[in-house]
Every structure is written in structure tokens, then in C-alpha cells.
């Protein structure tokens, strides 16, 4: 599938990114992208469309 080949390549990426975000904003963010719950504790399943 097109979007799980895509999603392998641009992840890892687009993680690193938002890990060098500050503070706040990487919690949204992380949250945003299915990392974390709203607790900001590690999400326990995968998330997302892809």
C-alpha cells in the first residue's frame, strides 16, 4: 500500500522534527500525531489513518 511505504520513509522525520520542538508545543504535537494520549503518557496503540 502506497500510504505504509510513505508513512516509513516520512515518519522517522517528521518525528525527529517535533522532538526538537519546545516544551508545550512538542506535547501538542506529539499528541496531535497519535505519540501521546491527552495525559501526555505514551499512546498504547497505533494511531492514525496509515
Known amino acids: 500500500m502506497l500510504l505504509a511505504r510513505v508513512k516509513t520513509v516520512v515518519e522517522p522525520a517528521l518525528l525527529r522534527?517535533?522532538?526538537?520542538?519546545?516544551?508545550?508545543?512538542r506535547r501538542i504535537a506529539r499528541y496531535h500525531?497519535?505519540?501521546?494520549?491527552?495525559?501526555g503518557a505514551p499512546a498504547d496503540a497505533p494511531t492514525g489513518k496509515a
Open 33 to 39: 500525531f497519535g505519540r501521546e494520549d491527552a495525559h
Open 17 to 25: 522534527a517535533v522532538d526538537g520542538l519546545p516544551g508545550q508545543i
